[in-house]
């Protein structure tokens, strides 16, 4: 059972359209990760949330940490090609747990 | 530039010979680790070491050894691989546990026959 549940597991959308992932758990974190991975590669962080709904953005990409501290969300809007990857959550409390990740296509 | 750097890419081997991975990190990082990632159960970690000598297991350590006898070196050892072992691998540092970004290496993509 993973610590980290994402939602969906796979999104494929046409380029210009918005998008968003769900990152859940029944666990509380002090601080929330989100990475991106492209294919041949591994994992790059994107952003670290730390503070209960806090919201953070970073070009066309939103994130926010739940209030509770317990789940997140990556909105992104316009999606472009480049968006491409597999996006994964990471939560900190003792040591960091991996969600199993959400695979976007954005279609050009 | 700031790397993690992994070796080899890919890796073909058979059942029972012994393998090593080689890990290096070149930020003066004290905290590295190796994760495992399986489709449909991201990444696990086998191992971590939290600095020189230091080393702890994660949550799926079985069938695998690691050292860290200097800072910036953090090998795999499989000992006896076997096919359930065959999956991407990937060795990460950061400043310390909890303590800014992980830095991840490219993966090495093992195949146990």
């Given at each position: 059972t993973q610590l980290l549940e994402q939602s969906p597991q796979f999104l494929s959308i046409q380029e210009g359209e918005n998008l968003t992932v769900y990152c859940n758990s029944s666990s509380v974190f002090s601080s929330l990760?989100?990475?991106?991975?492209?294919?041949?590669?591994?994992?790059?962080l994107l952003v670290t949330v730390v503070t209960g709904g806090e919201v953070k953005k970073l070009k066309r990409l939103t994130f926010q940490f739940g209030d509770a501290r317990k789940d997140s969300s990556l909105h992104i809007t316009a999606a472009q090609p480049g968006d491409t990857g597999l996006y994964l959550c990471a939560g900190f409390d003792y040591k960091l747990s991996f969600g199993a990740g959400t695979t976007v296509t954005v279609r050009a | 530039e700031a790397q993690v750097t992994q070796n080899p890419r890919y890796l073909i081997t058979v059942t029972?010979?012994?393998?090593?991975?080689?890990?290096s990190?070149?930020?003066?990082?004290?905290?590295?680790?190796?994760y495992r990632q399986?489709?449909?159960?991201?990444?696990?970690q086998i191992y971590y070491s939290m600095n020189v000598?230091?080393?702890d297991k994660g949550d799926v350590p079985e069938g695998y050894k690691v050292s860290?006898?200097?800072?910036?070196?953090?090998?795999?050892?499989?000992?006896?691989?076997?096919p359930n072992q065959t999956s991407l691998y990937f060795c990460a540092s950061s400043l310390g546990q909890g303590r800014g970004p992980l830095h991840f290496g490219n993966g090495t993509r093992l195949t146990v026959t």
């Open positions: 990760q989100w990475y991106r991975q492209e294919p041949g590669e591994g994992p790059v | 029972g010979k012994k393998l090593t991975v080689t890990c990190q070149n930020m003066n990082h004290e905290y590295m680790s190796w399986d489709p449909g159960l991201g990444l696990r000598e230091v080393t860290r006898k200097e800072k910036r070196n953090f090998p795999l050892i499989l000992e006896s691989p076997s």
